[in-house]
């Protein structure tokens, strides 16, 4: 079965410090890896998705398919990057998404 | 563009209750996805209807079904509520039904089972 792993709950960084939100999946084909973010008081959002190799509001995530990890990453935090993070995969063609529970990043003034 | 929309946004219901919650789809899709989400824990998918059929499930009893109707919305029921029921229910739909396409989230419904 295919899972998802965020292994923290919480981050907090300073503005300006960089910062990696951890992905680790188990699944053993070709899967398809997403970042959904839920901002305050808004719903959840695609951030970008790995097949499109995008760098969206600055943040980046490669796909390492030796160490199963999908990290989200941008090297200069701001403020309203503060928001939960929800790590998901797709296998193939199968319509159904499996989240990780998510990390809630705080970016401190 | 209307977005995706749920409701009611909360409800109380006690064991043993059945429950319908509903969603409309954004303007232009044809595929609609639920997902249960549990305090403290990510969204788990339920099913999904494609083109009025269901198109897929996950690790959910029988006791939980959907419908769709011929303007792509839809409609979750949930029969016999358990307290374990208690959770965010979100609505997601899409263009298409391959999987390939980019979900869009309803705002949700938070169903509390006492």
């Known amino acids: 079965a295919q899972r998802v792993t965020q292994p923290e709950k919480l981050l907090s960084v300073f503005k300006g410090a960089p910062v990696e939100l951890k992905c680790n999946y188990s699944?053993?084909?070709?899967?398809?890896l997403f970042w959904y973010v839920q901002y305050s008081r808004q719903r959840l959002q695609l951030l970008l998705r790995?097949?499109s190799r995008e760098s969206i509001k600055g943040f980046t995530a490669d796909l390492n398919k030796g160490e199963t990890s999908f990290h989200l990453k941008k090297p200069f935090a701001q403020e309203e990057d503060s928001a939960m993070y929800y790590c998901?995969?797709?296998?193939?063609?199968?319509?159904?998404?499996?989240f990780g529970k998510g990390t809630l990043l705080t970016v401190n003034p | 563009e209307t977005g995706v929309t749920q409701s009611p946004t909360h409800l109380i219901k006690t064991r043993g209750q059945q429950v319908t919650l509903r969603c409309s789809s954004q303007?232009?899709?044809?595929?609609v996805s639920w997902y249960q989400q549990a305090l403290g824990q990510g969204p788990q998918f339920i099913f999904q209807?494609?083109?009025?059929?269901?198109?897929g499930r996950g690790n959910f009893p029988p006791r939980f079904s959907g419908l769709q109707f011929p303007n792509y919305s839809s409609e979750l029921n949930v029969n016999a509520l358990e307290l374990d029921d208690s959770a965010l229910y979100l609505c997601?739909?899409?263009?298409?039904?391959?999987?390939?396409?980019?979900?869009?989230f309803g705002s949700g419904t938070q169903l509390s089972v006492l």
């Open positions: 699944y053993s084909g070709s899967p398809e």
């Open positions: 209807y494609y083109r009025e059929e269901e198109n």
């Open positions: 998901a995969l797709k296998r193939g063609s199968n319509y159904k998404l499996t």
């Open positions: 790995h097949i």
């Open positions: 303007s232009g899709h044809n595929t």
């Open positions: 997601a739909s899409s263009r298409g039904g391959q999987g390939n396409e980019k979900l869009f």
